[in-house]
């Protein structure tokens, strides 16, 4: 049992370049949840999913795009990198929802140059 | 936006001290208020949760209460140890229950001192 896996770890773009951060959770959870973490900001979410097929935006999601396509993925697609998404990123996901009980996944730190 | 302010940003202790991490949420209408654990290079990991109907849970060392009137939860953890030395996060509900979103303060890093 892996929980949440997130790939890769570190990764270096230049500005203007695209990438997809991959998200897999083999825990059968349906809520699943891009975070975003800067230095004293805490945690701020990006993206989020209620179950296959379902999508819905966050608190910060220009410049990014999700998709859904099963229960176990949710990649997180970036256009365009920008300086401003130089940050580390969390997948994670939930079982009950509401009740906050998260797996988090390792994270992937980014850096746009 | 709804926000949960977290303090101190970052909080000295002493081993064998006593760590208090305050937080204060705005209006929320779901009642599940987490403590997240991260040490460096790791995700975020569920320390201890409440749900308000009690005003204190306590899991060994890591203490929640609660304050419902004043919106505000705060950790309490006892006889720190070094091996605590982490960032902790407070999370309040956000949106509808159906979407599971967490609201998370800013973070509170602990250095614990042998």
């Not at chain 2, 705005?26 to 308000?52: C, H, M, S, V």
Request: overall charge positive; hydrophobic content about 30%.
């Amino acid at each position: 049992n892996a929980g949440v896996t997130q790939t890769p770890k570190f990764r270096i773009l230049k500005i203007g370049q695209s990438m997809t951060l991959q998200c897999t959770q083999d825990m059968n959870h349906n809520y699943m949840y891009w975070y975003r973490q800067d230095p004293g900001m805490g945690l701020k979410l990006i993206y989020y999913s209620v179950g296959a097929g379902i999508t819905d935006k966050g608190e910060v999601p220009n410049g990014y795009n999700v998709s859904r396509s099963t229960t176990e993925d949710f990649p997180l697609r970036l256009e365009l990198a920008a300086p401003s998404q130089t940050s580390v990123y969390f997948c994670a996901s939930s079982y009950l929802g509401d009740r906050g009980g998260y797996t988090f996944g390792s994270g992937t730190r980014l850096t746009v140059v | 936006q709804q926000q949960v302010k977290q303090s101190p940003q970052s909080l000295i202790v002493q081993k064998g001290g006593i760590s208090i991490i305050n937080c204060a949420y705005e209006n929320t209408a779901f009642d599940y208020f987490p403590w997240y654990q991260q040490f460096p290079g790791k995700g975020p990991a569920l320390l201890i949760a409440i749900r308000p109907d009690v005003s204190e849970k306590k899991e060994g060392r890591f203490t929640i209460s609660f304050n419902k009137s004043a919106k505000q939860f705060s950790l309490h953890i006892m006889d720190s140890q070094p091996g605590d030395s982490a960032t902790y996060f407070c999370a309040a509900p956000g949106g509808s229950s159906n979407t599971g979103k967490l609201i998370f303060g800013q973070g509170t890093t602990l250095q614990v001192k042998p």
